[in-house]
């Protein structure tokens, strides 16, 4: 990610807001990854907006936190969980698992076939262009 939006981030309290409803939204299990019995925490999908939005919120633990906002410490055998959230039914969990397979697809082979089978309509498309993840 960007540091304009870990600055951004960071300076966001207003998150704690949605995290009783994101919390069972996601039954207390890291959206992407599905860890449970683990620290939780609010992660906006970028575009970050200027006022938080739920739909742009989802909770992640601190394994998956770590390296989406530091990519050169990604373990890609860690984003293999991605095979199940980039179904999700919960749009931002599904472009941030898109775009994190776009990104791992550039180093390592096996993302590729997964994302032959995903399907993204117009405006999907537009908001995983936006996600960077650098």
């Not at 472009?95 to 089978?117: C, D, F, T």
Request: with cysteine; hydrophobic share 35%; net charge negative.
């Amino acid at each position: 990610m960007s540091r304009g939006h870990a600055r951004h981030y960071e300076g966001h309290h207003g998150l704690s807001v949605f995290g009783k409803d994101l919390v069972r939204r996601c039954s207390a299990h890291c959206e992407l990854c599905d860890a449970q019995g683990v620290k939780l925490s609010v992660f906006e999908v970028p575009p970050v907006l200027t006022e938080p939005d739920y739909d742009h919120c989802i909770m992640i633990c601190d394994t998956c936190q770590k390296q989406i906002m530091r990519p050169r410490l990604i373990d890609h055998n860690h984003w293999r969980c991605l095979n199940n959230s980039i179904w999700s039914e919960v749009t931002p969990v599904k472009m941030l698992s898109v775009a994190m397979l776009r990104y791992i697809n550039q180093q390592h082979a096996w993302p590729g076939a997964l994302l032959e089978q995903v399907y993204l309509d117009a405006d999907e498309e537009s908001w995983v262009e936006q996600i960077e993840i650098c």
